[in-house]
């Protein structure tokens, strides 16, 4: 039951800044994910918040209270580890207990509460094992089932499923999120798998280069992304992007690059002449004979439900997200066309949405 | 298995051939005017168990071990704990450790037989002016404390090498459970206790084997500071074993006591092995 608040953060590694002035306000009770790639900076600021990586300027807040100087065991945190961290010379029933037996807590609370939380997590039956004889989906359970058992008051979780396989990252991603449901309480979540994010998160928070691309909700990301960045970072496959201008034609906006022409919606506020980068995302375009986006089929990508359409267009290269009964032989032409409210324009100069 | 008979060679020769020469020596005895080894039966493993000075022997070697080992193990790791941090110059002290080291045992007793020395020494100096000690309690030749005056050469030479395997074992621990216990509430005590320690018990053990047979053959700085007086004071088992044989060419005798000094180290050191279970 927290809010934790991040003032003007920054943090150099020596004369690298990884952190640069990063504000951000995380509410009670809610599911933030820091999203983006390796090295952005996500993983330092989880572990400032910890307490792990000290704060080199700025302020962490928990409910008000400064954190800064406070030492990481007073900050009623609960972390998991990438690595899970288990402690290897104790069992798991052990290692959910360590933290009740610093709070000095009766054997039989103990008890009661490492079965209790096993019990949610499916970890009855291993209590007595060692970490190293459990599988890697058990060991990362029993990671949670240590941060779970104490009242925290900021659950962090350091890209807790990357080491998990496919499935079992699915099963876990539902597991973490219903298991916020109930606890309610205020989780930061960092990963740079954006299916991660989009399924998980309350707000998804897009890093890069130690600033906030955007702080947004799964859907306003995927729908109106802030810049060209956020655009090309979620969604798989990623967006495609044209360079071209805005033209008027008949007093209607469109946006034109060589020979394509995509009219736009009349009320976008992009300027006639202004330099553009369109964004259209592969599953928003619809094979249509008619459609303004002509191209021939250069390769296609089967992912089971759908077909990806690799096509080439005026010298651009596109992609197109169908269902998987388009059956069309390489060196076909196609045509897509596209609502013009699912068009994404942003500045060429600054890359921002306009 | 033919590449294996370097090896086997190796072994029979200088390990297997000795100590069945060892076990069959232990039934003989050097009879000087006849000049050639006769069966005496267990007349020597009689005479030892009667033996006064056997048992002193003995009981010199086991407390040197076992004071040895814990003073060594507990200052080792505490120097390790402290040297093993990133402050600007401990780095350079990591690497001064390695010193004692290279200097032969012989050596060391030299030199602390000069600091130890009555006239002269800068330790029995320092104890007088500490009052610990009078100027005219000479260290190495009063036995209540000759064997504390060796002990002392054992701990500075050795105590460096606990805090190398130490080091290196401190340094290969990962470090998230120490961040988990910390984010667990956790004081360093308690780190250092419920998960630091548990997770270098292997490294512990390696060192304490190591050091533990080493200590149980000590051998080297009583010949040179002290010849095992005053008295037997600081006779340990090689030294006797050395002096039946050598001094005194009862052959069959020193036999006799090496291979009771075998035989502990080898159960200690099983024992040890069985109850830490270590698995190599």
């Known amino acids: 039951m927290a809010n934790v608040t991040y003032s003007r953060v920054c943090k150099n590694f020596g004369s690298v800044k990884v952190i ?21 900076g996500k993983t330092t600021l989880l ?12 302020e962490i807040s928990i409910n008000g209270v400064r954190m ?77 089932g240590r941060a779970m058992v104490r009242d925290a008051d900021v659950f962090l979780f350091d890209e807790p499923l990357s080491n998990l396989d496919a499935k079992l990252r699915a099963h876990m991603r539902v597991e973490i999120r219903q298991l916020h449901d109930r606890l309610k309480a205020t989780t930061i979540y960092v990963t740079h798998d954006q299916v991660e994010a989009m399924t998980m998160a309350d707000q998804i928070v897009l890093m890069r280069n130690g600033i906030i691309e955007q702080t947004a909700s799964p859907d306003e990301l995927y729908n109106r992304p802030a810049s060209k960045f956020a655009a090309d970072f979620v969604g798989t496959p990623s967006m495609n992007f044209l360079e071209g201008s805005i033209e008027s034609h008949n007093g209607a906006p469109c946006f034109s690059n060589k020979g394509l022409q995509l009219p736009l919606p009349p009320d976008c506020p992009a300027k006639a002449g202004q330099a553009v980068i369109c964004g259209l995302r592969p599953t928003d375009l619809h094979p249509d004979e008619n459609g303004p986006i002509k191209g021939v089929l250069r390769f296609r990508e089967k992912t089971g439900a759908e077909t990806n359409l690799h096509f080439s267009s005026m010298d651009n290269h596109l992609i197109a997200t169908t269902s998987r009964d388009q059956e069309i032989g390489i060196g076909a032409n196609i045509a897509f066309s596209i609502d013009a409210r699912r068009i994404h324009l942003f500045d060429k100069n600054s890359e921002r949405r306009i | 298995m033919p590449w294996l008979a370097p090896l086997v060679a190796m072994l029979v020769v200088f390990t297997i ?9 232990s039934f003989h005895e050097y009879a000087p005017l006849k000049r050639s080894l006769v069966y005496v039966g267990a007349e020597n493993w009689i005479t030892l168990f009667g033996d006064e000075r056997f048992w002193s022997a003995l009981s010199v070697t086991l407390s040197y071990f076992i004071v040895l080992l814990v003073v060594q193990l507990v200052l080792g790791m505490l120097i390790a704990l402290l040297l093993d941090s990133d402050i600007a110059g401990f780095g350079v002290l990591r690497g001064l450790l390695s010193l004692t080291l290279v200097i032969p045992p012989a050596i060391t007793g030299m030199m602390f037989l000069l600091i130890e020395d009555p006239e002269f020494g800068v330790l029995t100096f320092v104890l007088d002016i500490l009052g610990v000690l009078d100027s005219t309690t000479p260290i190495l030749a009063t036995s209540s404390t000759a064997l504390l005056g060796i002990m002392l050469a054992d701990i500075w030479q050795w105590t460096p090498f606990m805090v190398l395997i130490f080091i290196a074992g401190l340094r290969s621990l990962p470090q998230e459970p120490n961040e988990a216990a910390m984010l667990d509430g956790a004081s360093a005590l308690q780190i250092l206790r419920r998960i630091t320690l548990p997770m270098m018990s292997k490294v512990i053990a ?31 088992l090689s030294l006797y074993a050395w002096q039946q044989t050598f001094s005194f060419i009862k052959w069959g005798y020193g036999a006799t006591i090496s291979l009771v000094g075998l035989v502990i180290v080898l159960l200690l050191a099983n024992l040890f092995i069985y109850f830490t279970r270590v698995r190599w």
């Open chain 1, 20 to 40: 640069d002035e990063l504000s951000l306000e995380i509410k009670d009770d809610t599911f933030v994910v820091l999203l983006g790639a390796s090295g952005c």
């Open chain 1, 47 to 58: 572990r400032m918040t910890a307490g792990l990586e000290t704060i080199t300027n700025g």
């Open chain 1, 68 to 144: 800064n100087e406070v030492h990481p065991r007073d900050r009623n945190i609960a972390m998991v580890f990438q690595n899970y961290a288990l402690y290897p010379t104790m069992s798991v029933f052990e290692n959910i207990a360590f933290s009740l037996e610093i709070k000095k807590l009766g054997r039989e609370e103990i008890k009661k509460r490492v079965e209790e939380t096993a019990a949610i997590l499916n970890l009855t039956d291993y209590l007595h094992r060692q970490p190293k004889e459990l599988s890697g989906g058990q060991r990362q359970r029993a990671a949670m």
């Open chain 2, 17 to 25: 051939y000795p100590l069945i020469y060892n076990v069959w020596l």
């Open chain 2, 206 to 236: 390696v060192a304490v084997l190591i050091r533990g047979i080493d200590l149980l053959r000590a051998f080297d700085y009583m010949f040179v500071m002290t010849s095992g007086g005053p008295g037997t004071s600081t006779y340990t």
